[in-house]
């Protein structure tokens, strides 16, 4: 079976390319916009004699790369997204560019389009979760955002690609499995979830308390997406990815300060927050946009108003969480410690 | 939003991007079809702000429906494509204006009412300065797409930026064909930042007029990211300087020897804390947005739609703008020096 990874060269899909290795897929395909990050995936293949692993450069906005990547492919792992920049960019980048990704699929004529499985990437931010209470759970069932508009631009982005790759499951029946990931982190990722607060300036407001992060460590996350994605019954399902031993908010930039450096944080309790937020979208309506609404109260309630999350559906695939809580966190802010003169 | 105006209908050909302007900015319509939208909407004015290569179908078509036209810049690839433009506008009565916003800022106002009110004098040297980010998303665009619609204009990433640093020269140069010496290059200073491939990012120009003469500065390099104007005149000179919002007079020499020398940094404090001060008020006036500029201009044109008055961006200042961007384009990439 021959496999696709777009976004094979990104934080998440070279993981994603090893677990895949490991679990004894030997016939990859890596999409990759970047040829540099070729390199690291080939050191990566030196470890699996039997595997081939092949290269596919381009840009998911050509139908004619997507094609060429597509060729004799059966089961395909879309993490290719964009991650920044304005609305527009992220559309581009993760909307339009996964409708040619599907396009091309649906004009290939050399396997039936019935045959092959896309596992989809998608996000925490899909879900509507401004209109629920404060504490509610956040299952696999809870209704997706309403009010995309009022989100922010990536939530946004992800939601329209996910509905977007089911429309189109609808009509041309292809498999799609859907995992939506939590926070994730790792080495060489962010430091901080937008979950955990801000940082306006030289000092990081603490938003998000006493909270829950359904934080994902990059490799527990990549090793989700490969069972969650193979499995035979998931097909046309969702599933949410984040690890089992959650911290909270607080918890986590407790760890930070200690372990990677000091940084000035003024801690906001969730109704000021809110108290702020609602100031200051009064001022942005007030003054005609004067200052963004960066911070509204639907934003507010849908970054820091606090969930359950439960990630029970993905146990039931065979998933289990390869690398400890702890022993992420300790491999994060070893890296963070290490680099934290870039960033 | 500009008075007594209100947005219809979105148009992109690709749909899923006219989808999502509508639903963030609860645009009633959207259209992936340029004519059908004319068609059915028939706006009164039309905001083009495609790539350039769209924009001389797009405005002739726009004229032909009825429509007043507001340009993003660049106004087209090519020095006839805008002469045709400006033509296409002419020939059917209506307004034609160029996203030239910051010509709109208070403080360039301010310079050209001095200027014509005398107060600069005649104007001797203009230094038109403008520094980029190419760290910033739009140069992480242009340099991840290899086929970005910015890679294959013919002056590359000068002509999506040049328009804003040309046109503040326009007003003070008499001639229309000035003298060029244009000089471009590709920085390698071996910043710890991403550089945009193998487009040159760096352009000096000495225009000469037969009275007045002008630098041009494009930098992608050089930090803080400065965009300012200077105006030597025959009676004093002003400096604008559009990140910080400020204009300000070079102060005269007063006293005589050593003492004109002790003053002026004082009378130069002093203006800039006026217009420190100014800036408070108008921000507490709420009239203080990032894209000020833009918003006088687009007040500027619907009022001359309404009121039939001149275009606040002007044919001339519009076509001297295109036919030197050409100029410098064939002058440095006929001779690169990558």
Redesign the interface.
Known sequence: MKVLVTGAGGFLGIRVVARLLEHGYTDLRCFLRDTSKAKRLEELVKAYPAARLEFASGNLHSKADCAAALTDVSLIFHLAAGKSGSCADLFMNSVIASRTLIEALEARKELPIEKTRIVLISSFGVYGVGALARGAPVSEETPLEAHPELRDPYSYSKLRQEQLFWEYQKRDGFELVVLRAGAVYGPGGGHFSNRVGLQVGPVFFHLGGDNLLPLSFVENCAEAIVVAGTTPWAAGQVFNVHDDDLLTSAQYLSRYKKDVKHIRSIRLPYPVTRVLAWNLERYHRRSLGQLPAILTGYKAASSWGGNRFSNEKLHSTGWRQLVSTPDAMKQTFEYFRQHRAKT | ?VPGARVVAVCDI?P??A???A????IPRQYSCFAAMLDAEKPDVLHITTPPEAHLALTRQAVSAGCHVFLEKPVALHHAEVQAIVEAANASGKKLAVNYWPQFEVQALELRRLYQEGVLGDPVHIESFLGYNLAG?YG??IK????HWVRHMPGQLFQNVLDHVLNKIAPFLEDDEPSIDAYAYKENTGLAEPDVGDILDELRVVIRGCRTSAYATFTSHARPVGHTLRVYGTRNTAHVDYNARTLVLEPMQGFPSALGRLFPPFSVSRNYLKQGLRNVGR?SH?H??YFDGLRNLLNEFYHCIETDSPSPTSCREILFVSSIMERIFNQVYAETQV
Do not use: I, K, P
């Open positions: 939003m690709e899923l991007m989808e999502q302007l639903v963030r900015f609860g998303d992480r665009a991840q797409d290899t086929n921000f709420s203080f947005h």
